[in-house]
């Protein structure tokens, strides 16, 4: 699967932003779905996960209340809602795919887990 993100720019702190993500292929409802971030001099970090049931989604503790990931199964596509965002939500946002049926691994948060990647989005929370 192909994976093109989209939706960053700058907000500042408090504000809101909406990521997509559209995949591109065949049977995207039995990939879980993924975001993680990269800040500048840091690691790529695990931010949520999704499978195609509802609810199995997991989100790490830094983002939970406040981010909200979701997927259009029929467009193929992965959203992440962020809500009261601050500036160490600064990063590139990456959307990530591992073909799971059966969802084990929404709550892997391990990068090495997924096999497809999109090429990022920057996201800039000024405060």
């Known amino acids: 699967v192909q994976l093109q993100a989209s939706g960053g720019g700058l907000v500042q702190a408090g504000g809101s932003l909406r990521l997509s993500c559209a995949a591109s292929g065949r049977s995207f409802s039995r990939y879980v779905m993924a975001w993680f971030r990269q800040a500048p001099g840091k690691e790529r970090e695990f931010v949520a996960a999704i499978g195609w049931r509802a609810g199995n989604i997991y989100y790490a503790d830094s983002v939970k209340g406040r981010f909200t990931i979701s997927r259009d199964n029929a467009e193929n596509t992965v959203y992440l809602q962020m809500n009261s965002l601050k500036p160490e939500d600064t990063a590139v946002y990456y959307c990530?795919?591992?073909?799971?049926?059966?969802?084990?691994?929404?709550?892997?948060?391990?990068?090495?887990?997924?096999?497809?990647w999109g090429q990022g989005t920057q996201v800039t929370v000024s405060s």
């Open positions: 990530a795919a591992k073909r799971d049926y059966y969802g084990d691994y929404v709550s892997s948060g391990r990068s090495s887990d997924f096999d497809s």
